[in-house]
């Protein structure tokens, strides 16, 4: 079974730094892109960027450039988002997702996403 | 940015029930649209992708239409477990955009 595990919830500090993992089992984990995609308070989502394990190759949505990093470790079959200095507004629910690109594209499956709650 | 314009924003319906949640983009997006059933607590599921193509393991009773800027997705029969929010993406461009969402309360 394709899985991607994220951890449930972090809580942290503003001016604190994050790095959220996102772990895959179930397929070759260097064949698909990652994407990142973030849920405000009572919002929608949002793709903030993806990573290619096979070569750490990164794209970002130009709003949430120089805002966050997205990497990868195909070592360990994990890919990371994260921040050098949180911020309250960075409050959401961030998910991963996995990218598979045929004569479409599309996100699946979903980790069940990580609650992040930054103090001010 | 191709904005996606879902409608309804919610709405209300009984088990077994026929459902039509409609998505817009602002501009052609071809068969660049896929749908997603996300329940709060869950990952989000991928049902539709390509505008029209059933996920594997999904039910038949959801069903997708359209092209270029006009989308709709069908559920013929609605169940319990399909009271969630329902999403629609294009990916038409590489940078990925998602409609607002249509609740769905059963």
């Known amino acids: 079974e394709v899985q991607l595990v994220q951890p449930g919830a972090e809580v942290k500090k503003s001016g604190e730094p994050l790095k959220l993992s996102c772990t895959a089992s179930?397929?070759?984990?260097?064949?698909?892109?990652i994407a990142w995609v973030r849920q405000m308070p009572g919002k929608g989502l949002e793709f903030m960027g993806i990573?290619?394990?096979?070569?750490?190759?990164?794209r970002y949505n130009p709003s949430f450039l120089h805002q966050v990093t997205v990497s990868a470790d195909k070592s360990i079959n994990t890919a990371y988002l994260q921040w050098t200095n949180l911020k309250a507004s960075d409050t959401a629910i961030y998910y991963c997702?996995?990218?598979?690109?045929?004569?479409?594209?599309?996100?699946?499956?979903w980790g069940r996403g990580t609650l992040v709650t930054v103090s001010p | 940015d191709i904005q996606m314009t879902q409608s309804p924003s919610s709405l209300s319906a009984s088990i077994g029930d026929r459902v039509s949640l409609t998505c817009r983009a602002a501009?052609?997006?071809?068969?660049?649209l896929n749908w997603y059933r996300h329940t709060p607590g869950k990952a989000p599921q991928l049902l539709i992708f390509?505008?029209?193509k059933l996920q594997s393991g999904v039910p038949s009773r959801f069903s997708g239409s359209g092209s270029g800027t006009h989308f709709t997705l069908t559920i013929s029969s609605l169940q319990p477990e399909d009271s969630a929010i329902y999403y629609c993406?294009?990916?038409?461009?590489?940078?990925?955009?998602f409609g607002q969402g249509t609740r769905l309360e059963i």
């Open positions: 993406q294009q990916t038409y461009t590489s940078l990925p955009t």
């Open positions: 390509s505008a029209s």
């Open positions: 997702a996995r990218l598979a690109v045929e004569w479409g594209s599309w996100f699946d499956p």
């Open positions: 179930g397929y070759n984990f260097t064949n698909y892109w």
């Open positions: 501009w052609d997006v071809s068969t660049y």
């Open positions: 990573v290619h394990p096979r070569d750490s190759t990164v």
